[in-house]
């Protein structure tokens, strides 16, 4: 079945500090990347889209130099947390649809982002 | 906003059916159901989605009403490793945006 693998799983930063998650296709090619943020007990909220090669497509209050999305291939999509502060901490997920993705959007297994 | 509302929790029976409903009354239609779930600090997993004929899979089985209203995810036979939160969710078509609700907490009690 399709696999999208995201990486780091976990990551502690600094305050001030930029991140960088990364999100891969290994089996299809996604031509449509989406970001999520999820905060403890609460639902996943959208906060980009990205078509490959396209810049991406943020969400009402998501800030786009803060949160920096590319999606240069059909199989890479990173997003950047650009100075993180305590308040970015988050649960961070992405999912990928396209050719040979099969059923559904395939989900990344997420990111843990603690900021200190 | 989600197009869908759900109930915020149910428990069942390992080894039961767990039937889970999902409203959806404004759904357009040309807009598939979808179930997804999130197993604890995962992410999601798609499970199965319809048009409006009743569909089964490996994993579950989705039934739509006749007017597309409503929804109901069944479990045949839940595990306690069904235990997470079940989303009920609306999409128009292939790489479209999903919106997630607030889904259902599905405890599965040995």
């Known amino acids: 079945g399709a696999v999208v693998s995201q990486h780091p799983s976990w990551v502690i930063c600094k305050s001030g500090t930029s991140v960088k998650i990364e999100c891969r296709s290994l089996?299809?090619?996604?031509?449509?990347m989406f970001w999520y943020r999820q905060f403890p007990k609460q639902s996943l909220m959208l906060m980009a889209t990205?078509?490959?090669?396209?810049?991406?497509?943020?969400e009402q209050g998501v800030e786009k130099d803060k949160f920096l999305i590319n999606h240069a291939s059909l199989t890479l999509s990173t997003l950047t947390v650009t100075s993180a502060h305590p308040e970015d901490s988050s649960f961070y997920i992405c999912s990928a649809s396209g050719t040979g993705g099969g059923y559904g959007y395939t989900f990344g297994s997420g990111t843990r982002l603690t900021v200190v | 906003d989600a197009k869908t509302t759900q109930p915020p929790s149910m428990d069942c029976a390992e080894g039961r059916a767990a039937n889970l409903p999902c409203n959806h009354s404004?759904?357009?239609?040309?807009?598939?159901v979808y179930w997804y779930r999130q197993i604890h600090s995962q992410g999601p997993q798609y499970i199965i989605h319809g048009l409006k004929n009743n569909e089964t899979n490996e994993m579950a089985s989705l039934i739509i009403t006749e007017d597309r209203k409503s929804s109901t995810l069944i479990l045949p036979h839940a595990t306690l490793r069904d235990t997470a939160v079940y989303y009920c969710?609306?999409?128009?078509?292939?790489?479209?945006?999903?919106?997630f609700g607030k889904g259902i907490t599905l405890s599965v009690r040995p």
């Open positions: 990205s078509n490959e090669g396209s810049k991406a497509t943020y």
């Open positions: 404004t759904i357009s239609g040309n807009e598939y």
């Open positions: 969710i609306v999409q128009a078509g292939a790489n479209s945006k999903l919106t």
């Open positions: 089996d299809f090619q996604a031509t449509t």
